[in-house]
Every structure is written in structure tokens, then in C-alpha cells.
């Protein structure tokens, strides 16, 4: 069973406009939850991350909102930029996967067209 | 170098042969992980050392793989008798024991990956 969920295996912005990714949680024992990138042939890297005991944190053009209630977190990139094509990784910790360890979903591939 | 560095890159094999992988963490980091990354999912722990102790595997760790961190520096990856099914990207992660801060710093930090194809 998964435990993180993110629904759109990709999503297509033009550029300039919001891209809003969505993501999915069922275990309410994660404590944080994280934003990764992923360029092909590169490693996941960090983006933004918030605590459970948040429901906003930005940072320049991302926003992470979270929404407890609904076990549903969302980031928000304004401008969306050419730049910002990549795969994109939720992924929360407190659950398994070791201590400190993350528990990812499978992504979403996000498509800046110019 | 600040980065994780993994090795080799690329490793094609043939199946029933041993593989292993290499991972070197950032220096001052005592935590290292290993994830394995399939086509269309996202990255699924395997097993975490603290210092040169492996304090958890996971279930997707089966008895062909094992991995070391003698040292408490580079960790090793082995998997014997590869399957087809083995076939996938190695991600190796490393941080400094410790919650997150909200300023987001103290993550897992991960390499570029070693991708394994066993024909």
C-alpha cells in the first residue's frame, strides 16, 4: 500500500503561469514532508520541505501548503520557468524507511512549454 | 568534493552474475541510506547505516544484497546472482543525524545514482 500519493503521473504549464503539483498522504505519523527534483542521470534534490505542525513555507517562487485535515499537500511554483522541467518527488518522514529515512511518491513529471 | 559520489554509474551485467555498487557520503555526514529507484516509481529505502552500523533494512532487501559501511566513511552495495528484476537505479544518500529544520537544511542530500541492467 502506498503511503505518500501523487495522482498526475505529469502535468503541462506554459510558462509564466502557476504549476500547482498535488500530493497525497494516508499515515498521519509523518512529521515532515519534502519536495525533491529530479533531473534525468541526476540524484533526487532538495526543493522545500514543511513541518506537520505548519500549513505554509515559501521559499522565492515555491510554496508548500499542507493540509492536515485532508492529509493533502500541494507546491505551488510562480513563475513556472523552463528551467523547472523536471520530475518532481513528495515524500514524508516519520514512517519507516529508516531513522530520518523519507517514504516517497512516485512523481510527477512537470512540462514547462516556452 | 561536497557532494555524494556514487560508482560505477552505468553497470550492465548479465544475470547470475555479482554487482557491487560504491557510494561515497559527505564527510561530515553519519547517516548514509540506500535507496533502489524502478521505472515510474519513486525511490524505496533499502537499508541505513549510522556510522559503520547497519541499523535497518528493509523487507525489499532480500538475502542477495548486502551492504557494508566498514569504516563509517564509503559504503558498498552487493547484490549476488542478479535477477532481470534487480534491474534498476541505486540511490545513495547521506545527512547528519538530527531532526529538520524548518530552513530546510539537515535533508538527505542524494547522489546521481548507479544504474544497474542485468540482461
Known amino acids: 500500500d502506498q503511503q505518500v500519493k501523487q495522482n498526475s503521473p505529469s502535468l503541462s504549464v506554459q510558462e509564466g503561469r502557476i504549476s500547482i503539483l498535488n500530493c497525497d498522504y494516508t499515515?498521519?505519523?509523518?512529521?515532515?514532508f519534502l519536495w525533491y527534483k529530479k533531473y534525468p542521470a541526476e540524484g533526487p534534490t532538495f526543493l522545500i520541505s514543511?513541518?506537520?505542525?505548519?500549513d505554509k513555507n515559501e521559499d522565492g517562487r515555491f510554496t508548500v501548503f499542507l493540509n492536515k485535515s485532508a492529509k493533502h499537500l500541494s507546491l505551488h511554483i510562480v513563475p513556472s520557468q523552463p528551467g523547472d522541467s523536471a520530475v518532481y518527488f513528495c515524500?514524508?518522514?516519520?514512517?519507516?524507511?529508516?531513522?530520518?529515512?523519507?517514504?516517497f511518491g512516485k512523481g510527477t513529471h512537470l512540462i514547462i512549454q516556452p | 568534493d561536497t557532494g555524494v559520489s556514487q560508482d560505477p554509474r552505468h553497470k550492465i551485467t548479465k544475470r547470475g552474475q555479482n554487482v557491487t555498487f560504491r557510494c561515497d557520503p559527505i564527510?561530515?555526514?553519519?547517516?548514509l541510506y540506500w535507496y533502489r529507484q524502478t521505472l515510474g516509481q519513486g525511490p524505496e529505502f533499502l537499508t541505513y547505516?549510522?556510522?559503520?552500523?547497519?541499523?535497518?533494512k528493509s523487507r525489499l532487501l532480500s538475502d542477495r544484497f548486502s551492504a557494508e559501511r566498514p569504516k563509517g566513511s564509503f559504503s558498498t552495495l552487493e547484490i549476488q546472482r542478479t535477477e532481470q528484476g534487480d534491474s534498476a537505479m541505486y540511490l545513495c544518500?547521506?545527512?547528519?543525524?538530527?531532526?529538520?529544520?524548518?530552513?530546510?537544511?539537515?535533508?538527505?542530500?542524494f547522489g546521481a545514482g548507479s544504474r544497474l541492467t542485468v540482461l
Open positions: 544518500a547521506s545527512k547528519v543525524s538530527g531532526g529538520l529544520q524548518q530552513s530546510g537544511a539537515n535533508v538527505l542530500t
Open positions: 499515515n498521519s505519523m509523518f512529521d515532515y
Open positions: 514543511i513541518s506537520s505542525i505548519k
Open positions: 515524500a514524508a518522514r516519520g514512517a519507516g524507511g529508516g531513522a530520518d529515512g523519507l517514504t
Open positions: 564527510s561530515e555526514h553519519n547517516r
Open positions: 547505516f549510522q556510522n559503520e552500523a547497519q541499523l535497518e
